[in-house]
C-alpha cells in the first residue's frame, strides 16, 4: 500500500513541478531562451503574495491576485530590458544574462526579507491540511488534488490557446519561423512580451504552489529551477503536455526513490534526469508541438 | 609580407610574466600568513577564471557546473588523506583524479546542446554533492576539517599551499597558453567563429572540445584542492556552491570572454572586490549579478576585450599577425 | 503614380554587400520582373523591401511613406507583403490556420480565406491539413494566399517557381493572372527568363547587387537580357552592354 501511496504523492507532487516547469517550457518553445532566474521568479512571486498576506490578513489566494499584475509587470520589463536584447546577441546571452538575474534577485530578496523560511500554509486556510484518508496507508491531500486539477486547467488553457485561437496561431507561427511571422504582418515583439507574461504568470502560480505545500527562502529558486528543467527535458524540450507528464515522471521519481531511502528523493530525480539525457543525447524537438 | 607571432610588447610581456611568477614564488617569505592566504585565494580565482573562460570563450560550453569538480578535488583529497596518503600527495593525486572522472563525464555531457549542457553539469554537481551528504566517512552534510595538515607548521603550511596554488596556476597558464598557441589553437578559433564551419573543414569538433572540457577538470579540481589546503575545512553545501559558477561568470564575462588575458584581470578585480566589500554580504553579490549581466548584455567582450580593440594590444602571443602589407591586419585571439 | 521608391540601397551581410546602390521605382499597377543569377542580390533586394532586412544605406519609400526603417510587420499594415523564397509556411497550423493568421493587420479588401480558396481551389480538399503535408505546389498557393490576405497594395513574388514541376508553376501562373488582372501591383523574382518576359511589364536585371540592365519587356532584346544576367560583354559592340 505505501508503494500505491507513493505514486499517489509522485503525481500530486509532479503536477506541482509541472506548474512551475510551464512557464520554462513556453519561453523556450517560443523564443528558445532558458531562463536562469526562472525559479527566483516564482518565489519572488511568493514573496509578494507573502507581503500582502503580512500587511492585510486576507488569505493566500487573494494574495496572490494581487501579486498577480505586479509580477506581470515585471515580467514586461524583464522581457524588454534583458531577454530582448538576448535575443538578438549570441547563444551564450541569454543563459549569462538571466544567470547574473538570478543572483541578483536571490540577494536582493535576501536583503528585504533576511534569510528566514517562510511559508504561506497558514494563510491558505483549510486547503494546507485537509486531506482524505482512504487507508492508514493511503491518502489523498486536498492541496495535491488542487494542484493536480489546477496543472490539468493550466496546460488544457494553454493547449486551446494554442491551437484555437488568432493569438495563439501567431504565437506559434512566431516559434516556428518569426522571420516568416513578421513578414505576414504579426508583431514579432509582442508576441514575445506575450509569452514572458504567460511565463511569469505560471511561474508565480508555481511560487505560490511552493509556498503554500513547503516553505521558501531567498534562495529557494535555483531548486526550482533545476526540477522545473528536469521535468521540461524528462518530457521532451518543446512539447507543452511533455512538461506536464515530464514533470509527473520526475515527482514519482522522487517519491519511489524516497521509497528506497528518504534521503534518496531528489537524486532519484536527478539520475532520472541524466538517464534521459544519455538515452535522448541531447535531443527533443524545436517546435512547439501541439498535441492534436 | 610576413606572418609573426610575437611583437615586441608581447616579448616583453611574457619576458615579464616569468620574472612576475618568480617573483610571486617569495611572497611566502615576505609576507604574513594572513596575506599569504588571501594571495592563495587570488590563485585560486585565477585559475578558475581561466578554466571558465577555455571553456565558453575557446568552446562555446557554457557550463554552470564545474564546482562539480571543485568539490572532486577538495573531498578526493580529504579521502585520500585519510587513506593516509601524506596530504601535499593526496593533494596532486586528488586534481588528477578530478581531471580523469571528466572524461566519462565528458562523454555524456559534450553531447548536449547549450542550455542542456549547462544546466545538466549543474546537476551533475547536484549529484556528486548529494552523494557525499550520503557518506559519514566524509562528514556528510556537517562537513569535514583536513586535520592531517595539523602535522605541519601554519607557516609552513600555508607557504606549501601558496606555492602549490603559484604552480599549479603557472601550470594551467602554461598549458593552456601552448595549446592557443598550437594548431589545435587555431582550430579553437575556428569553432568559436564558426563551428559548422570549421567542422566542414575537417576540424574535429568533439575532440577539441573534449580537450577544453578534461583540461578544465583538472584545473577546477587543483582549484578544490586549493581551497581545502587553504581553508582546512569544507562542507558540500559551499565546495559544491553554484556560487563558485557565479563567480566565474562574472571575472570572465567583466574581464574578456575569449581572451588570454582577460579572466586574468577580472580575477583580480573580483579578488580586489571580495576583499573592499567584506561586510557586503548580499549587497556586493547584487553588485556582481547585476555587472556579469550587463556584460553579457552590453559589453561582451569585456574590458580586456574593449582594451585589446582600443589599443590594439595583445600583451602573450597566442594570435597572429600580418605584417608588412599595406593594410597591417590583426587577427586571432 | 510611383507606389514603390528605392534610392541607392547597400544590403550588407557583415563585410558582404549583396545589394550596392540600387534604384528603381514602380508605379501602381506595374509588374516588375526583378532578373539575376544566383547570388545577384535579387532576394535580399525583395527582403530589404519587405522589412526583414536593414540595409546599410539608402532609402525605402512606399506610397510617399519613408519606411527603411520600419519592421516587416508594420509594411504589411501600410500594404506590402512578400512570398518569401522556400515558401516558408508554418508547418504544424493548417491550411486555414496559415490564411489567417497572416490577417493580423486587419487590411480591408477583397481577400479573405474565401476568396484564396476560390482562386486555388486545388486548396479546398487542403483547407484543414498541417501545412507541412502539401505538396510543393500547393503549399507555394498557400504562401501566395497568404500574402493576399493582408491585401497589399505591393506584391513581392521570390521565387515562385523554384522546386516546382513545369506543370505545377504553370498552375500556379495562372492564378497569379487572376490577381494580376485586378491591377495590382507586383515585383517578382522569376529564374525562368521566358516566363519573366512574358509576364512582366517592366524588367531589372541584377548582377552582383548591381543594377546592369532596365527596360520594357516588349522592346529588350532576348541577347541583351542574357548577356547583362551573365555579364558578358559582346566585343563587337563599341563599348558596354549596359
Not at chain 1, 514586461?76 to 538576448?86: A, F, K
Not at chain 2, 603557472?170 to 567542422?199: K, Y
Not at chain 3, 535580399?44 to 520600419?70: C, N, S, Y
Not at chain 3, 501566395?144 to 515562385?160: F, H, K, Q, T
Amino acid at each position: 500500500m505505501t508503494l500505491l501511496n507513493a505514486i499517489v504523492q509522485g503525481i500530486f507532487l509532479g503536477a506541482f513541478y509541472a506548474v512551475l516547469a510551464c512557464g520554462l517550457s513556453i519561453m523556450f518553445g517560443v523564443m528558445r531562451i532558458i531562463n536562469l532566474a526562472h525559479g527566483d521568479i516564482a518565489v519572488l512571486g511568493a514573496y509578494l503574495a507573502f507581503v500582502v498576506v503580512e500587511h492585510t490578513g486576507a488569505s493566500a489566494y487573494v494574495a496572490f491576485a494581487a501579486a498577480l499584475p505586479v509580477m506581470l509587470a515585471l515580467g514586461y520589463i524583464l522581457q524588454i530590458t534583458i531577454l530582448e536584447r538576448s535575443l538578438k546577441a549570441g547563444l551564450l546571452t541569454p543563459l549569462l544574462a538571466t544567470f547574473g538575474l538570478s543572483i541578483v534577485i536571490q540577494n536582493l530578496l535576501l536583503i528585504a526579507f533576511s534569510p528566514d523560511v517562510r511559508s504561506l500554509g497558514p494563510a491558505a486556510g483549510a486547503l494546507t491540511s485537509a486531506s482524505w484518508h482512504v487507508t492508514s496507508e493511503l491518502s489523498f491531500s486536498a492541496l495535491g488534488m488542487v494542484v493536480l486539477a489546477v496543472a490539468v486547467v493550466v496546460f488544457g488553457a494553454l493547449q486551446l490557446f494554442l491551437s484555437r485561437t488568432r493569438a495563439g496561431w501567431a504565437m506559434r507561427a512566431t516559434a516556428e519561423d518569426a522571420d516568416a511571422a513578421e513578414l505576414v504582418g504579426i508583431d514579432s515583439r509582442s508576441v514575445y512580451a506575450r509569452a514572458t507574461a504567460i511565463a511569469v504568470a505560471i511561474a508565480a502560480l508555481g511560487g505560490l504552489f511552493l509556498a503554500i505545500r513547503s516553505v521558501f527562502d531567498p534562495i529557494s529558486g535555483p531548486t526550482q529551477l533545476i526540477f522545473a528543467f528536469e521535468a521540461v527535458v524528462i518530457g521532451g524540450m518543446g512539447s507543452l503536455w511533455g512538461t506536464l507528464l515530464g514533470g509527473i515522471a520526475l515527482g514519482l521519481a522522487q517519491t519511489l526513490g524516497a521509497e528506497i531511502q528518504p534521503q534518496f528523493a531528489v537524486l532519484a530525480g536527478h539520475l532520472l534526469f541524466l538517464a534521459v539525457l544519455i538515452a535522448r543525447f541531447g535531443g527533443g524537438r524545436l517546435s512547439l508541438r501541439v498535441a492534436r | 609580407m610576413r606572418v609573426e607571432r610575437w611583437t615586441r610588447t608581447s616579448k616583453v610581456f611574457t619576458g615579464g610574466s616569468a620574472v612576475v611568477a618568480f617573483a610571486l614564488a617569495s611572497v611566502p617569505l615576505i609576507f604574513d600568513s594572513d596575506v599569504v592566504q588571501k594571495l592563495t585565494n587570488l590563485l585560486i580565482l585565477v585559475i578558475l577564471a581561466t578554466m571558465w573562460n577555455a571553456l565558453a570563450g575557446y568552446g562555446g560550453l557554457v557550463s554552470v557546473g564545474q564546482q562539480a569538480f571543485i568539490g572532486i578535488g577538495a573531498y578526493g583529497t580529504v579521502y585520500l588523506a585519510g587513506m593516509g596518503v601524506s596530504p601535499y600527495v593526496a593533494m596532486l593525486l586528488a586534481m588528477v583524479l578530478a581531471g580523469v572522472l571528466s572524461v566519462p563525464i565528458s562523454l555524456f555531457a559534450l553531447r548536449l546542446r547549450a542550455a542542456q549542457f549547462a544546466i545538466g553539469m549543474w546537476v551533475i554537481a547536484e549529484v556528486a554533492s548529494l552523494l557525499v551528504r550520503l557518506d559519514k566517512n566524509l562528514g556528510a552534510g556537517t562537513g569535514i576539517s583536513l586535520i592531517q595538515m595539523n602535522q605541519f607548521e601554519p607557516n609552513f603550511r600555508q607557504a606549501y599551499t601558496f606555492w602549490m596554488a603559484l604552480g599549479f596556476t603557472v601550470l594551467f597558464l602554461t598549458a593552456l597558453f601552448f595549446l592557443l598557441r598550437s594548431p589545435l589553437g587555431a582550430s579553437l578559433q575556428a569553432i568559436r567563429d564558426d563551428e559548422d564551419a570549421a567542422r566542414s573543414l575537417g576540424v574535429r569538433v568533439a575532440s577539441r572540445k573534449r580537450l577544453l572540457f578534461v583540461l578544465a577538470g583538472f584545473g577546477c579540481g587543483a582549484a578544490g584542492v586549493l581551497v581545502v589546503a587553504n581553508t582546512l575545512f569544507i562542507e558540500p553545501g559551499s565546495v559544491f556552491s553554484v556560487q563558485w559558477s557565479a563567480y566565474m561568470i562574472f571575472m570572465v564575462l567583466v574581464g574578456g570572454l575569449g581572451t588570454f588575458e582577460g579572466p586574468i584581470l577580472g580575477a583580480i578585480l573580483l579578488f580586489a572586490i571580495q576583499t573592499t566589500f567584506t561586510q557586503g554580504g548580499p549587497w556586493y553579490l547584487v553588485g556582481l549579478g547585476a555587472t556579469a549581466a550587463l556584460f553579457a548584455l552590453v559589453l561582451p567582450r569585456g574590458l580586456w576585450g574593449v582594451i585589446e580593440g582600443r589599443l590594439g594590444l595583445h600583451l602573450l602571443p597566442v594570435g597572429y599577425r600580418v605584417v608588412g602589407s599595406k593594410q597591417k591586419a590583426e587577427l586571432g585571439a | 503614380m510611383t507606389l514603390l521608391k528605392v534610392e541607392e540601397l547597400d544590403c550588407r551581410y557583415g563585410l558582404l554587400q549583396a545589394v550596392r546602390g540600387v534604384s528603381f521605382e514602380v508605379a501602381q499597377g506595374e509588374i516588375v520582373a526583378l532578373i539575376g543569377a544566383n547570388g545577384a542580390g535579387k532576394t535580399t533586394l525583395l527582403r530589404a523591401i519587405a522589412g526583414a532586412h536593414r540595409p546599410h544605406a539608402g532609402k525605402v519609400t512606399f506610397d510617399g511613406e519613408d519606411v527603411t526603417r520600419a519592421p516587416a510587420h508594420r509594411r504589411v499594415a501600410r500594404g506590402i507583403a512578400l512570398v518569401p523564397e522556400g515558401r516558408r509556411l508554418f508547418p504544424t497550423l493548417t491550411v486555414e490556420e496559415n490564411l489567417l493568421v497572416a490577417a493580423a493587420a486587419n487590411r480591408r479588401g477583397r481577400w479573405n480565406v474565401k476568396a484564396v480558396l476560390d482562386t486555388f481551389p486545388l486548396l479546398q480538399a487542403r483547407r484543414n491539413m498541417p501545412a507541412a503535408t502539401l505538396s510543393g505546389g500547393e503549399q507555394q498557393a498557400v504562401a501566395i494566399g497568404r500574402a493576399l490576405m493582408s491585401n497589399p497594395r505591393l506584391l513581392l513574388l521570390d521565387e515562385v517557381s523554384l522546386g516546382l514541376a513545369p506543370v505545377v508553376v504553370d498552375a500556379v501562373y495562372k492564378s497569379l493572372a487572376t490577381v494580376i488582372s485586378e491591377g495590382a501591383t507586383v515585383v517578382l523574382v522569376e529564374q525562368d527568363l521566358t516566363r519573366a518576359l512574358r509576364v512582366a511589364g517592366r524588367v531589372i536585371c541584377l548582377l552582383e547587387g548591381r543594377v546592369v540592365l532596365e527596360g520594357e519587356a516588349q522592346s529588350l532584346d532576348r541577347d541583351r537580357v542574357v548577356d547583362a544576367y551573365f555579364g558578358l560583354r559582346s566585343p563587337a559592340a563599341g563599348g558596354a552592354s549596359h
